[in-house]
C-alpha cells in the first residue's frame, strides 16, 4: 500500500512505520549526543505511557542517554492487510529493535495501564529484567505519562470518559484549523459535575498512586525511586478551556498526588514531583480549542529566540539540568512543581506571543505564525514529513513488522 496522511476535523487517522522508526531514531541520536550515565542516573526505568510525545521522548532519554533498562507499558493496536498500526505501535517496535542492537535490556507491554493485571505483568518483567542482569529488581525512575480518553476502574469496573471542556460557562475563541489554514470560532459547552468526576478519574492521580502502591507492595521499587508526572498550565488566555477547565481540574488532582506519593517516598529517600511542560504539538493538541493558534504563536516566537524545544529536548533538559541531582538540590517553585515551561512563560515570549495573536488575520497566518511548524510536528507525530523517507514507496503490511524488528 501507499500511505499518506488522512487527516479529518485536525486528527490524523493513520501513521506511517518508517517515518515513525526515523522519528525514534532521530531522538536517540539527539539523547547520545547530550547524556551520559551518572552515579544520580537511572539503571531501571519504567515509563507508563511510553509509546509517543513526552513519554516515548522519557524511555529514549532514560535508555540510550542514561543506558538504564527500560519497561514501557501502553495500549496500540497493529497493522492489518489495509490499515497501518498506531503511531505508538510503531515506535515501540523502533525502540526495541534499536535497545536490541545497542545491548539494552527492554521490555514493551501492550495493555491497559489502568488494569491489575498490566500491573502484574510490570512487576514481573521487573524481576525477569533484574534476574538477566544479576541486579536487584528496584525501579529507580518511574515516568508517569499516561494520555487515554477513557478508564476502566479496577476495582468497580465502571468506565470512565474524560471530556475537554471548561466549567461553570461556555467558552468561545479563536483557533486555527491546521488544513484549511483559517482562522474559527470555536466554542463548547460547559462540562457536568459527572463530567468533571470522570475527567478527574481518567486524568487525575488516582491511577498513579495505585501504581505506587502495586510496585511497592511487590518489593520493585528502589527506596530512592524517583518518580514524575507531567502536566501543563499555559498562559491566562488558554485557562477557561485548559487550566480553570475539566482538565485542569484533574491536573490539580495530579499535584496532590504528587505531594502525598513524595510524603510517602521521601522518608527512604525517594521523591515525587509533577513537571510542567511547555506547550508541544501532540496527536490530542490540535483538536484543544485555541491550542492551535497558540502554539502556531508560540513556536515562531520562541524559533526567533532561538529557545524552541520538542519533546526530546525538553526531557533531555529534565533529566540533565533538574531531576538526576540530590533531591535536595532539584529546582521546583513555590508548589513544588518542576517548570520546565519557563522559557514559555518568560515575560518577553509571552507579550510577543499575545501580540501576534491579536494582529493575526488569514491573511498573514503564514507570516505571523509558525503554521509550517505545527503541522510538520502534527504529521511527525504520525511518521509523515520525516526527512529521508521515500512516502512513495510501496509498503507490504505483511513485511513492514519484519522490517522493523
Not at 551518572?38 to 515509563?47: F, G, I, Q, R, Y
Not at 483559517?182 to 470522570?198: F, G, N, Q, Y
Not at 510536528?377 to 504520525?382: I, V
Request: charged share 25%; hydrophobic share 40%; net charge negative.
Amino acid at each position: 500500500m501507499f500511505i499518506k496522511p488522512m487527516v479529518r476535523n485536525n486528527i490524523c487517522l493513520n501513521s506511517h512505520p518508517k517515518g515513525c522508526a526515523a522519528v525514534v531514531e532521530q531522538q536517540i541520536a539527539y539523547v547520545k549526543q547530550h547524556l551520559t550515565p551518572s552515579v544520580e542516573s537511572p539503571k531501571l526505568a519504567l515509563v507508563i505511557g511510553c509509546s509517543t510525545g513526552y513519554g516515548l521522548a522519557s524511555r529514549i532519554a532514560a535508555g540510550f542517554g542514561y543506558r538504564a533498562a527500560t519497561i514501557g507499558v501502553s495500549l496500540e493496536k497493529p497493522g492489518s492487510k489495509t490499515k497501518p498500526g498506531t503511531p505508538g505501535y510503531y515506535n515501540n517496535m523502533a525502540f526495541e529493535r534499536a535497545a536490541a542492537k545497542a545491548s539494552l535490556p527492554a521490555k514493551t507491554l501492550d495493555g491497559d495501564a489502568f488494569s491489575n493485571e498490566t500491573k502484574a505483568a510490570v512487576i514481573e518483567a521487573t524481576q525477569s529484567i533484574a534476574a538477566l542482569l544479576s541486579i536487584p529488581p528496584k525501579i529507580d525512575l518511574l515516568v508517569y505519562s499516561l494520555a487515554s480518553p477513557v478508564r476502566i476502574d479496577p476495582n468497580t469496573g465502571v468506565m470512565y470518559r474524560s471530556v475537554i471542556k471548561p466549567i461553570g460557562t461556555e467558552y468561545s475563541g479563536k483557533t486555527l484549523d491546521i488544513m484549511t489554514e483559517k482562522l474559527k470560532i470555536v466554542s463548547a459547552e460547559p462540562a457536568s459535575p459527572e463530567e468533571i468526576d470522570s475527567t478527574i478519574k481518567v486524568m487525575g492521580g488516582e491511577d498513579w498512586n495505585l501504581w505506587i502502591d502495586a510496585l511497592d507492595k511487590a518489593d520493585v521499587l528502589s527506596p530512592s525511586v524517583r518518580t514524575v508526572a507531567y502536566t501543563y498550565i499555559g498562559p491566562e488566555l488558554s485557562w477557561p478551556i485548559y487550566k480553570n477547565g475539566t482538565i485542569g481540574r484533574a491536573k490539580e488532582d495530579l499535584e496532590r498526588t504528587s505531594n502525598a506519593i513524595n510524603a510517602r517516598l521521601s522518608s527512604n529517600g525517594g521523591a515525587a514531583w509533577v513537571s510542567v511542560n511547555k506547550a508541544v504539538v501532540t496527536r490530542a493538541s490540535a483538536v484543544i480549542p485555541i491550542i492551535p493558534f497558540y502554539v502556531s504563536c508560540l513556536f515562531k516566537v520562541m524559533k526567533d529566540k532561538g529557545i524552541h524545544e520538542g519533546c526530546i529536548e525538553q526531557i533531555t533538559r529534565l533529566y540533565k539540568n533538574r531531576l538526576y541531582f540530590p533531591i535536595s538540590s532539584v529546582r521546583v517553585d513555590n508548589e513544588r512543581r518542576i517548570r520546565l515551561d519557563d522559557w514559555e512563560m518568560r515575560e518577553d515570549v509571552q507579550a510577543e506571543v499575545i501580540a501576534r495573536m491579536k494582529r493575526v488575520t488569514d491573511e498573514t497566518v503564514p507570516t505571523d505564525t509558525d503554521l509550517v511548524g505545527f503541522k510538520h510536528d502534527f504529521f511527525e507525530a504520525h511518521g509523515f514529513d520525516v526527512s529521508g523517507v521515500d512516502y512513495d514507496a510501496d509498503i507490504d503490511p505483511a513485511t513492514i513488522e519484519e522490517e522493523l524488528v
